[in-house]
Structure formats: C-alpha cells, structure tokens
C-alpha cells in the first residue's frame, strides 16, 4: 500500500501534458469532419480521444490529491478533512470534494471513463481495418499490423476495466489469483504496445535540422541534432 502510495510523486502534474493532448484530440475531431464529414470513424476517434484526455486531467487531479494526502500536506481523518497547513481557502476546496475515500471512488469512476472512450475508439478502428482487409484479403503483416495491435490494447483495456469494476465494488473478485492474472495481463498488453510504438517511432526520437548562421561569414550550414521529445 506505500509503494502503490509513494508511486503516485511519479504522475505528479502529469494533468498539465493532458491539455496539450485534448486540444490534439479537438484537432483530429475537426480534420475528420472536414475530410470524411461529422458522422464519420475519423471525427468520432477525435471526440472519444478528447473525452478520454479530459477524463485523464481528472483523474490526475484526484491523484494528486490523493498524493498530498499521502505526504502530510492534507490531513485526513474518519473521512473528513481537518486541517489543510496552506490556508483555509484550500482546506473548503477539499470539504467539497469529500473524503479520501470519495476522491479515491472519483479517481476510479474517471479511469473507467477514460477507459469507455479508448475502447470505443480502437472498436471503431478495428472495424475500419478490418473492413479494408474485406477489400482484399491478407494474413498478418507481423507484429506492427493495426488488427494485432489494436486487439491487444482491447484485451488490456477489457483487464483494467474488471479490475476497476472490482475495486468500485460492482462485481468483487473473490480471489487473488484472478485479481493478479487480470493484472498480469493488463501490464503484458501495455508492455507489448508500448514497445511496438517505440519501435516503430525509433525509439521515440526526432531528427531535426537547425541552421546556423555563422558571424565570421555569410555562409550557413545546417547542424543535425535527435531531440527526445
């Protein structure tokens, strides 16, 4: 429980890099109206996309919260909020948004939210890819085909939402094991994602070219440097 607690200064204002990528969200909801019309895959991927990122700024703000709680900057006792060391402005902020365990089932409600979008998203992609092989039949193109990869973040996705379900109490799991091999499987799936974008991106880098003007003459010459953003 502290290590799952003492993890959480590792997504601490993660909630920041979620605006850029709602308004990326917003931008491929707007390219897909203006390419394939309003009811079309590419505008409603756009709109979940959105949907999931603001539901992933609130869930950051309640780990957060949760986060401060857990390092003594929050106080909270019987499920109330008694003190708040910063003022009492904050400390009301926090009687609004309840208890540790309310934040807790908030944060969870928001995870299975973002969830929902990103399911519906890649449902709808798999059906577009899978409707292109319709056309023309083929196997597996390898481990980067979108119909592999996109059922692996579906078989993920369905993992972590059984969990949350669980953790909501909605349907209690009755045994670790399966608690763990729900887990297992999450995580092996993200794995597995995760190094196929790495891979097909280059490991995340980006080459760029940088001109620079030389003082002692009017010749330039172009520098290129890998920028890991």
């Known amino acids: 429980h502290r290590l799952s607690e003492g993890r959480k200064i590792f997504r601490l204002f993660k909630e920041f890099r979620e605006v850029y990528k709602i308004r990326r969200g917003l931008h491929r909801l707007g390219s897909g109206i203006a390419k394939e019309g309003v009811f079309s895959i590419p505008a409603a991927c756009g709109l979940l996309d959105s949907a999931a990122h603001v539901s992933s700024f609130t869930f950051y703000i309640f780990d957060n919260l949760l986060w401060a709680a857990c390092a003594g900057l929050l106080e909270l006792s019987d499920g109330k909020v008694e003190s708040w ?11 609004a948004l309840g208890s540790k365990e309310r934040i807790k089932r908030n944060k969870n409600f928001a995870s299975i ?91 995340g880098s ?3 070219v940088a001109k620079v003007e ?16």
Request: net charge positive; with cysteine.
């Open 85 to 95: 060391p910063s003022g009492r402005r904050k400390q009301l902020l926090l009687m």
């Open 206 to 208: 980006e080459r760029f």
């Open 113 to 203: 939210f973002r969830i929902v979008c990103a399911f519906t998203c890649c449902v709808f992609l798999l059906r577009r890819a899978a409707a292109k092989d319709k056309k023309k039949p083929r196997s597996l193109e390898g481990p980067d085909d979108p119909r592999l990869t996109l059922s692996m973040e579906l078989i993920g996705m369905a993992a972590s939402f059984r969990d949350l379900l669980s953790r909501l109490g909605y349907a209690p799991l009755h045994s670790h094991a399966y608690d763990g091999a729900l887990g297992i499987t999450a995580c092996a799936t993200g794995l597995f994602v995760n190094w196929r974008k790495m891979h097909k991106d280059h490991g």
């Open 214 to 229: 030389s003082p002692a003459s009017s010749n330039s010459f172009s520098l290129a440097k890998s920028c890991p953003f």
